[in-house]
Nanobody
């Protein structure tokens, strides 16, 4: 599975960005997807996750408390793309954002669950 993240950039506090993660090499509906981020000097942390594209868990999403209500993760299986809509951005959201994929349906908040990772895209929120 190859993942390509894009959409990062510089935005003022209160603004919005939409990140995109294009997947190839495997049918996206077979994968659970996640977004993580790493701020300067900090460890990488979970942001959002979404379950497989079909089956009983289709549409299930998970969010870190810090972004819940501001960020929305979604998937477009036909385009093999996962999106992260980020609204009401804050300076503390500044980080490199990574998308990740897994065939597992468990522990989507944990990095170790994901064997496949994209290269990261930088989001900078100015105050």
């Amino acid at each position: 599975v190859q993942l390509q993240a894009s959409g990062g950039g510089l935005v003022q506090a209160g603004g919005h960005l939409r990140l995109s993660c294009a997947a190839s090499g495997r049918t996206l509906s077979d994968l659970a997807m996640g977004w993580f981020r790493q701020a300067p000097g900090k460890e990488r942390e979970f942001v959002a996750g979404i379950c497989w594209g079909d089956g009983r868990y289709v549409g299930w999403t998970y969010y870190a408390d810090s972004v819940n209500g501001r960020f929305t993760i979604s998937r477009d299986n036909a385009r093999s793309t996962v999106l992260l809509q980020m609204n009401s951005l804050r300076p503390e959201d500044t980080a490199v954002y990574y998308c990740a994929a897994t065939r597992s349906g468990n522990n989507l908040r944990r990095q170790i669950t994901y064997p496949y990772w994209g290269q990261g895209t930088l989001v900078t929120v100015s105050s």
